[in-house]
C-alpha cells in the first residue's frame, strides 16, 4: 500500500511539475511575443513596401524573396523554397459598372471576380434578374435566365456568431453562381459582396468554372450598390432597370513560384514535423494584411520565439509562406505531395488565415469527442489565462487540407482568432495594415506557439 | 426507491426543461439583436449629432434630453432624469507643446488633463526631469523637483493580457503625479499617454488634487512625444533640454445636470432592481464612441430587446446613463444615494464601460470562489455557443460601485469586452464611431441581456 501511495504521489508531482514547467514556458513565450515581437514591423514592410501579391504577379515573387531573407535573418536551422507552378490572373484596367435607370446612370463600385473573363471591350449591358441563390436559378431555368445578368443577392445572415459560418452560408453564390449560371444562359453575373458590412466596398474573391462549362464576366458590387439595386428592380421593374459592366481581366499562362519554408530541425525526430502556416499570395486590390500578411508574419514569428527563448523543439517545426491559396491552392496541394514523396511523418499543422485578431482558441478538424474532452483536460487550463482556450472539433484550413489524405494520421488544426471584423475588409481595398492591431497579431502567434510547444513536448 | 427515483427523474426533467427554456431564450435575445439591433444606429447619431459631452458642457445636456426621447421612443415603462451637480471644467484654447532643444523648438502633441489648472498666459517654460513612479518623486525630494517641470514617463507594461491591467498599472502617475509633484515644489506636469499603442494622440483623463495641495498646470503628451523627449534628455543632459506649453482650462461653476433612467418594472417584484448602465458623459477631444457611448446605447439596448421580444421580467430592470464618470462620477454616487433613500432592493448591477468590443465574459466583484463556481455550473454552458462566458471574480465599475455600500447584498459585475483595442482610442481625439464595429456592439448588448434574463430568472 505504500508502495502503491508513493507511486500516486510521484506520479502526481511529476505532472505537477510537468504542469508548471508548461505555465512557465507559455508565460515566457507570451512576453517575449509582447515585448520583443517582430511580426507588427515585418507586417508593415511586407504590407507597405511589397504591398498586394496576387499569384504570378512581379509582386509575388518580389514577397517570396523578400520572406525568405526574412527567414534567414531569423537565423533558422533551414530556410528553402519549394517550386510550385500558379495560375496567373490579371484584373487589367478597373472596371466599371452601372445601373441604367432608364435615361439614368447610377455608379457602382464593382471588381471582377478571380478567374472570371473580360467582358467584350465596350462593356456588357443587359436586363437584370436577381435571385437569392443557385437553386433559385436551376428552378428559374434557361427561359427566364437566357440574356440576363444574373444578380445574386443572399445577404450574410446575422445570426451567426461566427461570421465565417456567415461567409460559408452566403459563399457558394460567389464560388459556384456564375457557373451555374452560365449553364443556363446568362451573359453575366454580379454577386453582391460577401460582406455583413453596409458600405461601398466591392470584395473580389475567386469564382470557379469547370474546364468544359462556359466562362462568364463575373464581378462583386457593394453592399450598398447591391441594395439599390435590389430597391429599384423592386420599384421599377423589368425592362426599365438594366446593368452594365466593363471589365478587362484575363488568365495568362502558369507561372513558376515558390512556397517559402522555414524549420527548426527537432533534436529527438528531426523526420517528424509540426506545420504552422499562412498564405503569402493575396489579393490585387489592397495589401493582405489580413488576409494573409498577419498569419504568414505569425507563422515566422512563432519559430523567431523558440530561437529567442533557446527552446529547441523534439520534433521538428516549419513554417510555411503557402502560394496560391487565393486562386487555386497549388501551394498547399504541393506542400502536401513533396511531404508524401520525402516520407515526412506529420504530427499536426495549424493554418492561420482568419486574420489577425485576438486569439480565442483552436478548433480540431474531424477529432473525436473523446479526442478534444481529452485536449481540453490537458491543455485548457494552461491556455485560460490567455483567453485563446477555446479547443473545439472544428475546421482547419485550405492550405494544410491536403496533408489529411497524403499524411494519415496528422492532426489538422485551424487558429481561431476573433472573427466580427473578418469579413469587414476581407478581399477588399480595405485590408490595409492601418486596420491591424499590433498586440492582436502577437497575441495569436504567442498562442500559435504555445500550443506547438504544448505538442511538441506531449504530443497528440 | 421507485419514488426516490422518479423524484430525481423529474426534478433531472424539470431542470432540462429549464435548461432548454433559457437556452431558447438566449438565441432569440442574440438574434434580436443582431436582426433588428438598433444600438449601432443610436450611437452613430450620439457621436455625429451631438458629440463631445463633457460634463456640465451644453452637448452633455443636449445628450441627456435626447437620450430621454430616445428611452421614449422605445417605450419603456419609465423613464426619467435623476437630478446631479457636476463639475464644470472646461479646455479652453487648444494647447501647445514643444521640447525646447537648444534654438530647437520641436511641436509636440499635448492636451491638458481634466481639472488641471491653465499654465500662465505667456506659457510655462522649465526645466525638465524625467520619472517613471510617485515613488520616484517622492525619494528624488523637493532639491531636485522645485522649478522644474516633472514628466512622468513609465511605459504600459505590454506583458498584460488585459490591456486594463496595464492601465491600472501605469495610471497612477496621471492620476495622482500633478499633485505629488506639486508638494514637491514642480511647477509643472507632464504624463506620458495612457496607451501601448506608439502614436501622435495625446490621451487626456482626469488627474486629481486635493482640496489643500497646490494645483499646478499637468498636460499629457503622445507616446511618440514621450519616447522622443526621453531620447533627448539622455543625449543632451540638462539643461540644455526645456519644455514649453500653454493651456486656459478652468474650473467653472458646478452644473446641474442628470443621470438619465429607464426602466421596465418588475411584474412579481418591482421594488426589486437590477441594473444596466454606462456613462452618457465623454472628454472632449472626440466623440466619446467607446468610451462611453457604447455603453449607455448597449445598455438602453438591452431593454429594447426585452420589449422587442415581450418579455416581462420578474423584477425592474433599469437602464442608467450615468452623468460624470470621467471627472468626479457624481452620477454614479447620486444613482446609489437615491436608491437607498427610496429603500430599493438591488439584486445585480452590471457597468459597461471597457468599450464596445466582442465580448468575452463578466467580472463579479468581490464574490467567493464558491459564488462564481456555481455561476459557471449553471451558466457557463448556456453562453458558450456565444463566446461571452468568461465568468470570473474581479472588478465591476466606477458608476455601479458606491451601490455596494449604500444596498449591501447587491451582486456589482462588470462587463468584459476584448480589451486590446481599448486604450489605442481612449480618451483620445480617434474615439470616434467609426471605430466601432456594428457586431461587436450588437454581441455585448446581448451578453448583458442573456446575463441579466438569468438573473431575472434564476436569482444570484
Same sequence: chains 1, 2.
Avoid at 197 to 220: E, R, V
Avoid at 270 to 295: C, M, Q, R
Wanted: net charge neutral; proline share 4%.
Amino acid at each position: 500500500m505504500r508502495k502503491k501511495m508513493t507511486l500516486i504521489f510521484s506520479v502526481l508531482l511529476f505532472a505537477n511539475q510537468l504542469y508548471a514547467q508548461d505555465s512557465l514556458m507559455i508565460r515566457k513565450i507570451y512576453d517575449e511575443a509582447l515585448v520583443n515581437g517582430k511580426s507588427y514591423e515585418s507586417l508593415r514592410v511586407l504590407c507597405k513596401n511589397i504591398g498586394p501579391r496576387l499569384s504570378g504577379s512581379a509582386n509575388a515573387e518580389k514577397a517570396v524573396s523578400w520572406s525568405k531573407k526574412l527567414m534567414e535573418s531569423y537565423g533558422f536551422d533551414k530556410v528553402y523554397l519549394q517550386e510550385v507552378m500558379v495560375p496567373h490572373w490579371v484584373r487589367g484596367a478597373k472596371e466599371t459598372a452601372f445601373i441604367v435607370d432608364g435615361k439614368n446612370r447610377i455608379a457602382v463600385p464593382v471588381a471582377a471576380l478571380g478567374m472570371s473573363v473580360a467582358t467584350p471591350e465596350q462593356g456588357l449591358t443587359a436586363n437584370v434578374i436577381e435571385v437569392h441563390s443557385i437553386q433559385e436559378v436551376e428552378k428559374l431555368g434557361e427561359q427566364a435566365i437566357r440574356g440576363k445578368i444574373v444578380f445574386f443577392n443572399r445577404p450574410f445572415d446575422p445570426r451567426f456568431i461566427n461570421t465565417g459560418q456567415a461567409y460559408g452560408g452566403a459563399g457558394d453564390q460567389r464560388f459556384m453562381g456564375p457557373a451555374v449560371a452560365a449553364k443556363y444562359g446568362a451573359v453575366g453575373v454580379i454577386v453582391r459582396s460577401l460582406t455583413e458590412s453596409l458600405d461601398d466596398y466591392p470584395h473580389t474573391g475567386a469564382t470557379f468554372f469547370d474546364q468544359h462549362g462556359k466562362n462568364i464576366p463575373a464581378a462583386a458590387i457593394s453592399t450598398k450598390a447591391a441594395n439599390q439595386l435590389s430597391t429599384l428592380l423592386k420599384m421599377r421593374k423589368l425592362p426599365l432597370i438594366k446593368f452594365y459592366f466593363k471589365q478587362s481581366c484575363q488568365m495568362l499562362p502558369d507561372v513558376l513560384s515558390y512556397n517559402v519554408v522555414g524549420e527548426l530541425t527537432g533534436t529527438e525526430h528531426p523526420n517528424k514535423f509540426i506545420t504552422v502556416g499562412g498564405h503569402l499570395d493575396s489579393w490585387d486590390l489592397a495589401e493582405g494584411a489580413h488576409d494573409d500578411g498577419t498569419g504568414v508574419m505569425q507563422s515566422a514569428e512563432v519559430l523567431r520565439i523558440f530561437k529567442a527563448l533557446d527552446y529547441k523543439p523534439k520534433n521538428s517545426v516549419r513554417a510555411v509562406f503557402f502560394m496560391n491559396e487565393e486562386n487555386g491552392h497549388r501551394g498547399g496541394d504541393k506542400y502536401a505531395e513533396l511531404a508524401a514523396q520525402h516520407q515526412e511523418e506529420h504530427i499536426a499543422a495549424i493554418e492561420t488565415d482568419e486574420g489577425g485578431f485576438t486569439p480565442r482558441g483552436f478548433s480540431f478538424e474531424g477529432v473525436s469527442k473523446d479526442f478534444i474532452r481529452k485536449v481540453n483536460d490537458n491543455w485548457k487550463g494552461l491556455l485560460n489565462p490567455y483567453e485563446a482556450d477555446r479547443l473545439t472539433i472544428g475546421e482547419s484550413g485550405t492550405d494544410i487540407g491536403p496533408l489529411k489524405d497524403k499524411r494519415p494520421g496528422i492532426i489538422l488544426i485551424g487558429f481561431r482568432p476573433d472573427s466580427q471584423r473578418y469579413f469587414d475588409i476581407h478581399h477588399s481595398s480595405n485590408d490595409v495594415f492601418e486596420n491591424v492591431n499590433k498586440r492582436e497579431l502577437e497575441l495569436g502567434a504567442a498562442s500559435m506557439a504555445s500550443l506547438i510547444y504544448l505538442i511538441d513536448q506531449h504530443g497528440l
